[in-house]
């Protein structure tokens, strides 16, 4: 069964909500307000089933202008328009607004309903309906049915019916991947016996009784406990019907009309969109960069700033490029359309789409975040992905994080970040984390510059230890976390950027060269130390024999990388194979009595507590061995 949701649009009493009784026999108007008035305030529901297996749910919005933010909040799940002109009255002001408006929130279809035909005599219909023709030129309802309809008479009633029902059959079926489902809340109730419940079009995807749902923004997590479709329990709803979920664990105050319901984790909130504009040819207001507006998005309102990328101002029929900075968050989705709404008078002036949901901050008439965004905007899925990683790369973002912006399932992401992969556009690091090429690139080119200047300045070094260089490369780079500069670096080592070894780091090919000298200089250096035994010396000693501090310091260090001495603490160094002694002796001694004392190490190496402290204090710190009331055990088995 293919579900619709029709949303009706025209002026304030020109038989909206007449017309949708005589269709499904349901009273849109609620409030006891609305009966007296006579006029429809906020948002009614209701459906009914074709013979071809369709179903179709019908939101009555209301069509004066004071209520104009509640027909907003009604447009943002439809598929299509019962767009509904009088035939005594014509074309009005809210019919030009909600024409506009259908118009920029990108709905594809529908049909024109003249209604009260009977009230008017031929030739003035002939003139509306040519009035319409002439408004709908070019449009999405330029070649749709007109079908002159009274609710009073009857007359075409049916025929009307059996055109939305064929409306059923035309209409794209909306994706029902569980993981994109996502109701925005038009309504927000409390049943006795149930508890809280919301209702609204499920825009995506699908929702049983009994999944998970998070409420955004606030984040809030929620059971769906029972489900209702056009009041019917069902055990699942799907895109494109009207539902009501009784949610557990949350209260009504706790969550308003215009939050969002959806698959946990599935969006993430933001204060900045990339957007593009399109103005109304009907709007009498010029938009200019900075100014704020009411911004209304599925069934919410909010304001925002526009900033304007390539112009300085729009009037109407002009389109754009922009920034939208909002005053609270929201939750939104690539590809959702919106209304702009002019700050002071409120009145309609245009709208738009998401380019992206969670873009970078961007100056004004920046030409290459100008370039992005047309990318963004008219490119294949995969060049907004791939510009996504670009952006991202810093994070090494992964294809959650990348979908969050995309919008899309994970497996379309990851089919779409295979194919780049493929291409050698972006690198997986590992982890299923990926950066860009160019990305991978400039992180290369930044790692030379920083092993060129040190080998500059450390001549005899066998390289940048490596901890130095991550630290480095990581604030060049602007990297947030241990765990993104881990996987660059072992990337930039597969790519043969830098080169590795005893946790050194080098430019590829580097070898270190002494001088006559400094051989010497390192031999006796290794010969003293090892003639010390497990007396590590201290190097303080050592170095008052050379002129050379600098380069006697880095001979050190280069014996440490190199694994020829071992640091026990920032002034003593032992020779390796005396190290490796002192361990066969604990592991020996602990294997056959458990543990060991200071004194018994004392007097397996025959040396001084002094020199035995610090060997067992460096087992310590390199977990070889563990301190327990005065004595050791093994930390590895």
């Known amino acids: 069964m293919n579900n619709i949701v029709i949303g009706t649009a025209g002026h304030v009493d020109h038989g909206k909500t007449c017309l949708i009784q005589a269709l499904t026999g349901v009273d849109t108007d609620r409030l006891k307000e609305e009966k007296q008035r006579g006029i429809t305030i906020e948002l009614g529901f209701a459906d009914f089933s074709c013979p071809n297996g369709g179903h179709v749910s019908i939101i009555d919005v209301p069509g004066h ?56 005599d031929r030739e003035w ?5 040519a009035e319409i023709g002439e408004m709908t030129k070019g449009s999405f309802l330029e070649d749709s049915p007109v079908i002159e309809v009274s609710v009073r008479t009857g007359q075409n009633i049916e025929e009307l019916k059996s055109q939305l029902c064929r409306l059923t059959a035309e209409t794209i079926k909306r994706d029902t991947d569980p993981s994109l489902f996502r109701m925005s809340v038009d309504r927000v109730f409390t049943m006795e016996g149930f508890g809280t419940v919301v209702t609204g079009t499920l825009g995506e995807g699908s929702v049983k009784d009994g999944d998970e749902a998070e409420i955004y923004p606030s984040g809030m997590r929620a059971r769906v406990r029972n489900i209702q479709v056009h009041g019917k329990n069902v055990s699942e709803a799907f895109a494109g019907q009207r539902t009501a979920l009784n949610i557990a664990n ?66 109407a029929e002009e389109s754009g490029y922009a920034q939208l900075r909002i005053e609270e968050e929201i939750a939104v989705k690539r590809g959702d ?3 702009i709404r002019f700050f002071s008078p409120v009145i309609s002036i245009g709208g738009g789409v998401v380019i992206d949901p969670h873009p970078l901050r961007h100056k004004r008439k920046d030409p290459e975040a100008l370039d992005i965004m047309k990318i963004k905007n008219h490119g294949k899925e995969d060049l907004f992905i791939e ?45 299923g984390r ?15 510059d920083i092993l060129e200047e040190y080998h500059l300045r450390n001549r005899i070094s066998q390289g940048m230890p490596e901890g130095e260089f991550r630290e480095k490369l990581s604030s060049a780079l602007h990297i947030k976390t241990p765990a993104s500069a881990e996987m660059l670096f072992r990337a930039l080592i597969l790519e043969k950027k830098v080169a590795e070894e005893n946790h050194m780091v080098t430019v590829p090919g580097f070898r270190a060269e002494y001088t006559r000298e400094e051989s010497q200089m390192q031999e006796e250096i290794i010969r003293k130390i090892e003639a010390a035994g497990f007396e590590a010396p201290d190097i303080g000693s050592i ?8 380069t006697f310091m880095q001979m050190i260090e280069n014996l440490r990388a ?73 930390r590895r088995s």
């Open 387 to 431: 510009e996504i990683i670009k952006e991202e790369s810093t994070f090494s973002p992964d294809i959650r994080q990348i979908n969050l912006r995309s919008g899309g399932t994970a497996e379309k992401t990851a089919a779409a970040v295979g194919r780049l992969a493929e291409k050698h556009t972006v690198t997986d690091l590992g982890k």
């Open 434 to 448: 990926y950066v860009h090429r160019d990305y991978l690139t400039a992180a290369g080119q930044t790692s030379a």
């Open 125 to 129: 219909t002939d003139a509306v309906e």
């Open 65 to 120: 202008e004071k209520f104009i933010r509640n027909m907003l909040s009604g447009t943002g799940g439809i598929d299509a328009a019962l767009f509904v002109v009088a035939a005594d009255e014509g074309i009005m002001p809210q019919t030009l607004e909600h024409f506009e408006i259908l118009k920029t929130l990108g709905i594809q279809r529908g049909i024109i309903a003249v209604t009260k035909a009977d009230s008017a």
């Open 543 to 550: 170095a008052a024999g050379y002129v050379e501090k600098d």
């Open 250 to 315: 949350i209260k009504k105050t706790e969550i308003r009309k215009g939050d969002v319901a959806a698959f946990p984790g599935s969006m993430q909130n933001t204060r900045l969109l990339d957007v593009y504009i399109n103005m109304f040819s009907s709007s009498s207001r010029v938009l200019t960069s900075g100014s704020r507006v009411h911004l209304h998005y599925g069934s919410a309102e909010t304001i925002c700033r526009v900033i304007l990328m390539e112009k300085d101002s729009l009037a």
């Open 562 to 634: 190199r694994g020829i001495l071992i640091k026990l603490d920032s002034r003593h160094y032992i020779n390796k194979k005396f190290w490796d002694k002192a361990i066969s002796y604990v592991e020996t001694y602990i294997n056959e009595h458990g543990q060991i004392t200071l004194a018994e190490m004392r007097d397996l190496i025959k040396s001084s507590r002094k020199y035995t402290v610090m060997i067992l204090e460096a087992m310590d710190q390199q977990k070889i061995t563990q301190l327990t009331e005065g004595k050791r055990i093994l």
């Open 337 to 339: 359309r919106f209304i």
